[in-house]
């Protein structure tokens, strides 16, 4: 059995998947089949039940969940990985109402946290994660929400933080922020689905202990970034949150679950 697995060209993903993708790890009874797309691409993808298995944002998968089960194991969730809002001058929370804001998709959770923390900015528009310094650079925007490594990197392009919204998120929740989630369709079957995440929890423990071996699959997909960069993009978003949900990642999503019923960004 062929089983289609969607995830990003992001550093975290192509890091936690190497092992499981190209070998040594290899699943039994199925065969995996690599789809990689941005994220947003990936949460639409999900919307249409195209993958059997999809890497997408904890805000789709609230929206899909009667389709796919949630994993404990291949998720971006943690303490100070949240997006962050730019600017090319200094802007308060008040300013977003009169702003022109571009975000990397509109069922990322980045979009979430932004909605919840600036209710009042209606000019949003949405493009893909690596063309915001574009937008902003080319003042099609007046503020960019960044994810992955832009949000390492944005001095160097001439920009300001606004707010980091994983910070803001903390601070209001003593939580962590729930990002990015591997869910698996449910017309998989439940003992192949928890082989999957088994799978996904060994492939993270190879690429900790054998980092070098993911360096070429890494490199192969990411954006041209430094390996200062590239370790720091790693190291944020591949934590033991990966290897397990938890309890308190299962709380963290539940507590953003209520959070966005409770503004009616959900259906």
């Known amino acids: ?9 992001c550093p975290n993903d192509t890091f936690i998947f190497n092992a499981l993708v190209n070998g040594p790890l290899n699943p039994a009874g199925f065969v995996l ?7 947003e691409t990936l949460n639409r993808m999900a919307f249409d039940q195209r993958l059997d298995a999809v890497k997408l944002s904890f ?17 971006a969730l943690g303490f100070g990985c949240g997006p962050v809002v730019v600017s090319a001058k200094a802007r308060s929370r008040e300013d977003m109402a009169h702003c022109r804001v571009v975000l990397p998709g509109e069922w990322t959770t980045a979009h979430l946290l932004f ?8 000019q949003r528009y949405f493009t893909t994660y690596d063309r915001i310094f574009a937008a902003l650079h080319s003042q099609q925007a007046d503020c960019g929400v960044l994810i992955h490594e832009s949000r390492f990197t944005y001095m160097e392009e001439g920009f300001r933080a606004v707010a980091d919204l994983g910070r803001w998120w903390e601070e209001r929740t003593r939580m962590p922020i729930p990002l990015g989630c591997i869910a698996v369709h449910r017309r998989v079957p439940e003992a192949m689905a928890m082989q999957l ?10 690429a900790r202990a054998n980092p070098g071996q993911a360096l070429p699959y890494i490199r192969q997909h990411a954006q041209e970034m430094t390996p200062q960069v590239l370790d720091a993009h790693i190291d944020t978003f591949v934590n033991d949150f990966s290897l397990d949900l938890g309890e308190t990642g299962r709380r963290a999503v539940s507590l953003l679950e209520t959070h966005a019923l409770a503004a009616g960004f959900l259906p």
Do not use: C
Request: charged share 20%; proline share 6%; hydrophobic share 45%.
């Open 1 to 9: 059995m062929q089983l289609t697995l969607g995830f990003s060209p």
């Open 197 to 206: 995440q088994a799978l996904i929890r060994d492939s993270i423990s190879h």
């Open 115 to 122: 909605r919840l923390w600036a209710p009042e900015a209606a």
């Open 59 to 75: 805000f789709a998968w609230l929206k899909a969940k009667k389709n796919y089960r949630l994993l404990s194991s291949g998720g």
């Open 33 to 39: 089949a690599p789809v990689l797309h941005d994220v």
